[in-house]
């Protein structure tokens, strides 16, 4: 069955967004979990982000996240920050923004906590790690074209570090590891990867992976792979911003809301309530920002990096 897509943002007003409590952090339940309870091997509803698509109407009304089998989404783990005894590279330029490109599942959920990350200036869904001509949903899904779903994020460096970034990502964003996979989402498009810009956010990844692993804050190895130099294609518009405007969706209330909780609870000086969003700039027709720049001159299946 093809995928609907969604009414257009633009005829649509922005609802506004209530993320349920974030529970105790826990590394596992025995509980039956409700949509504001994150576990990661309880009993409880479960929504592949992919049968929402497929699901006509998107779940919405008729049916119930109640009536869907499963589990909720990974629980929150908050892991030490980087220790690094590597004399950090001379400073070069004084640029008020860098990039990086993470993957780690799907993307609605990660592009959805980065937006609440103060210091980030933009963050858009897409496809890193294949070719041009084969990054769009359908293609990608099929988890034979080498992508993963993936975000762009666009950040002041002067208030949020790379390595802050790489904290948030392994504590809140998604459990590095799963392989191939993040919840009901399974294929290699679901891989957890840092798709490093450059040779310093890959040794720095690295380094993080491998602090990460010989502390053994999660109990298992975690399978997170580091790709250098990769391009990024921006993802169909109706997958941007997707947390905000769909958050009484069965698998964004179960999966993904729960991520945001998290954050606000465990980085609350990092979090910030209102988030920033691809499609105000887009919607506005505005020029400045990364988002405005990237959506308005980037179409979808086009690299960023063009």
């Not at 698509?53 to 779940?59: I, K, T, V």
């Not at 996979?181 to 957890?192: A, E, V």
Request: with cysteine.
């Amino acid at each position: 069955m093809a995928k609907p897509k969604t009414n257009d943002p633009k005829t649509r007003e922005t609802p506004k967004v209530v993320y349920p409590a974030s529970p105790d952090i826990m590394k596992t339940s025995n509980q039956t979990p409700t949509p504001s309870t994150s576990t990661s091997n309880g009993s409880g509803p479960i929504v592949s982000r992919r049968n929402v698509l497929a699901g006509g109407a998107l779940l919405a009304g008729a049916v119930g996240w109640q009536a869907l089998p499963g589990r909720a989404g990974e629980a929150a783990v908050l892991v030490p920050p980087l220790i690094d005894t590597a004399a950090p590279p001379p400073a070069t330029d004084t640029s008020t923004s860098d990039t990086a490109v993470l993957a780690g599942g799907c993307f609605w959920g990660v592009q959805g906590v980065f937006q609440h990350v103060i210091g980030v200036t933009c963050a858009v869904s897409g496809y890193a790690g294949g070719d041009a001509r084969t990054a769009n949903y359908e293609a990608v899904g099929s988890g034979r074209t080498g992508h993963a779903e993936a975000v762009r994020i666009s950040f002041d460096p002067r208030q949020l570090s790379f390595a802050q970034l790489l904290q948030i990502y392994f504590s809140v964003a998604h459990d590095p590891t799963q392989l191939n996979r993040q919840g009901p989402d399974s294929g290699t498009q679901y891989r957890s990867t840092v798709f490093a810009q450059n040779a310093e956010q890959a040794r720095v990844a690295r380094a993080y992976i491998a602090q990460l692993d010989q502390a053994r804050v999660f109990g298992r190895r975690i399978v997170t792979t580091v790709e250098l130099n990769k391009p990024f294609f921006d993802a169909e518009a109706y997958h941007q911003d997707y947390l905000t405007l769909h958050p009484d969706q069965p698998y964004i209330v179960i999966h993904d809301l729960p991520k945001v909780g998290h954050l606000k609870r465990l980085f609350p000086k990092q979090y910030r309530a209102e988030p920033v969003l691809v499609g105000t700039k887009r919607w506005l027709g505005q020029n400045t920002g990364d988002c405005g720049l990237l959506i308005r001159h980037h179409l979808p299946g086009t690299s960023a990096h063009a």
